[in-house]
C-alpha cells in the first residue's frame, strides 16, 4: 500500500496533540481539585467534605467517558474519522478553557460547582470519543503491518500530558506566591489548554479522512447501528478489549497516583516521589513507541503479557525496596515499573483496534476504552487508599495489582491476534466486471 508519508506524519502528531492535552488536564485538574477547587468552589466548615466534593467532579470525568464512547464512537464510524475527532478536541478543550474562567462559589452561588460538574462531564464525554479515534487516524493511515508502531501516539499522551502540565504547575508556583497561585495563578494552567487545542485543530482540519474509512464509504460498508453491531456480533473482541486495559491502567495509577500517598507516608518528600514519577515519565516517552515498534516485530498479544507478568510481580519487589528510604531505589522502582507499564501500554492501542472489524472499529475501541477506564483507572486510586488504611500493610495493594494483571492476560487470551490480508483486500481497488 503507497502511503502518503506527510499524511501519515500529520496523522501520528494530530493523534498525539489529543490524548495530550486529554492528560494535561488530568493532571492539572487533579492539582486544583487538591489544593484550590474545595474552598472556591465548595465551601464548607469540614474542610474534608470540599476536597471530597471536589474529586467527585474528577470522577464525574471518568464516568462520563462511557457515553463518549457510545456517542461519538458510533459518528466515527458513520460519518467519519476526522470530522469526529475534530467535535471531541473541540469539546475538550472548550470546556477546559471554560474551566480557567468559571467564577468561584463566593461570586455565583450553587450555580459555581453545578456549572464545574458540567464542565468536568463534558470533559469526560469528549475524552470518550477520543482515544479511539485518535487511534485510529494515526493507524489507518499507516500499512497495517507497522500499526503497534503508528497507533502508539495516543499513548504517548500520558507521560506527554503529564510532563507538561508538571512543567506549568512547576514554573506557576515558583514565579507565584500561594496566595496569588489560589487566587487566579491556576486558572493559568486551564487556560493553556488553548495551546494544545489550536495545534491539534490545525493539524486535524488540514487531514483528509483515513483511506480505511474512505473505502467503506466507497464500498457503502458504513453501518447503520455500529453499537448495537458490536455487542450482537463482536462481543468477544470487545470484552478482550476491555480486560486488556485494566492491568495497564491499575499499573499506571499505582506508579503515578498513589505513589505519591505511598511515597510521602514512608520517608520521602513529595519533591522527591515527584521527581521519580517525573524520571519514569521521560523514559515512557521514547518506550511506548519503542514497544509499539516491536510490537510488530514480534507477536503482539506475548510481548503484551510478558510486560503483564512483570507488572504483576513488581509491587512485591518496589515496596521491600523502598521501605528503608533509599531514593536511589525509589528512582529505580518508578522507573521499572513505568517501563514495564509501557511495554503493555505501547502494544495496547494496535491490539485494541485489531478485535474489531474495519467498519465497527471506531465504535468498539471507544467502548473497550471507556469502560475499561471505569473499573481500572478510576477505582484504583481509590482502592489502593482503602486498602492501605484498613490493612495498614502494602500486601493487599500489590494483590490488587496482580488481580488486575490476570484480567489483562485473560482478555490476551480471548483475544486475536491481527489480519492485515482483511485490510489489505478492503483497500485494494476491486476490478470493474467487463460487459
Given amino acids: 500500500m503507497d502511503t502518503d508519508r506527510r499524511s501519515l506524519r500529520k496523522a501520528f502528531f494530530a493523534s498525539l496533540s489529543g490524548t495530550s492535552l486529554e492528560w494535561y488536564d488530568f493532571a492539572v485538574y487533579s492539582a486544583a481539585a487538591a489544593l484550590v477547587f474545595p474552598k472556591l468552589f465548595f465551601p464548607a466548615e469540614d474542610p474534608l467534605t470540599g476536597t471530597l466534593l471536589a474529586f467527585s467532579t474528577y470522577a464525574v470525568g471518568y464516568v462520563s467517558r462511557p457515553l463518549g464512547g457510545v456517542v461519538f464512537g458510533r459518528l466515527g464510524d458513520v460519518i467519519g474519522r476526522k470530522q469526529v475527532l475534530v467535535l471531541t478536541l473541540m469539546l475538550i478543550g472548550a470546556a477546559t478553557f471554560a474551566i480557567g474562567l468559571l467564577p468561584g462559589y463566593a461570586s455565583i452561588g450553587v450555580a459555581a460547582p453545578i456549572a464545574l460538574v458540567l464542565l468536568r462531564f463534558a470533559q469526560g464525554v469528549g475524552v470518550g470519543g477520543e482515544w479511539g479515534g485518535a487511534v485510529l487516524l494515526s493507524s489507518e493511515f499507516g500499512e497495517p503491518g507497522r500499526r503497534g508502531f503508528w497507533s502508539s501516539a495516543a499513548q504517548i499522551g500520558p507521560p506527554a500530558g503529564n510532563l ?165 531505589m525509589l528512582i529505580i522502582g518508578v522507573i521499572v515499573g513505568l517501563a514495564l507499564h509501557s511495554f503493555m501500554y505501547g502494544p495496547q492501542a494496535a491490539f485494541v483496534t485489531e478485535q474489531f472489524t474495519p467498519r465497527l472499529r471506531y465504535t468498539g475501541s471507544s467502548l473497550g476504552y471507556t469502560i475499561a477506564g471505569v473499573f481500572g483507572g478510576a477505582v484504583a486510586p481509590l482502592a489502593f487508599a482503602a486498602l492501605l488504611g484498613s490493612y495498614a500493610s502494602w500486601v493487599p495493594v500489590a494483590l490488587y495489582v496482580l488481580v488486575a494483571s490476570l484480567l489483562t492476560l485473560a482478555g490476551l487470551a480471548l483475544g486475536r491476534d491481527p489480519d492485515p ?14 460487459g
Fill in 164 to 328: 507538561l502540565s508538571n512543567g506549568v504547575l512547576a514554573v506557576l508556583t515558583a514565579t507565584l506566591t500561594e496566595a496569588s497561585f489560589n487566587s487566579w495563578g491556576w486558572r493559568l494552567a486551564f487556560l493553556l489548554s488553548g495551546v494544545l487545542v489550536a495545534f491539534g485543530l490545525w493539524i486535524r482540519l488540514k487531514l483528509e479522512d483515513t483511506p480505511v474509512f474512505e473505502a467503506l464509504r466507497a464500498a457503502g460498508e458504513r453501518p447503520t447501528a455500529p453499537v448495537r453491531e458490536v455487542f450482537a456480533t463482536e462481543w468477544r473482541g470487545l470484552l478482550a478489549a476491555i480486560l486488556s486495559r485494566i492491568g495497564p491502567d491499575v499499573t499506571y495509577a499505582l506508579f503515578t497516583v498513589f505513589v505519591l500517598t505511598y511515597g510521602t507516608t514512608h520517608g520521602f518528600s513529595r519533591g522527591e516521589v515527584l521527581a521519580a514519577t517525573l524520571l519514569g515519565a521521560t523514559f515512557q516517552l521514547g518506550l511506548i513507541p519503542l514497544s509499539g515498534a516491536l510490537s510488530d516485530r514480534v507477536n503482539r498479544r506475548l510481548l503484551y503479557a510478558v510486560a503483564t507478568i512483570g507488572a504483576a510481580i513488581w509491587p512485591f519487589v518496589f515496596f521491600p525496596l523502598i521501605d528503608g528510604g533509599s531514593l536511589p
Fill in 421 to 434: 490480508g482483511a485490510e489489505e483486500e478492503l483497500l485494494t481497488p476491486r476490478a470493474t466486471p467487463a
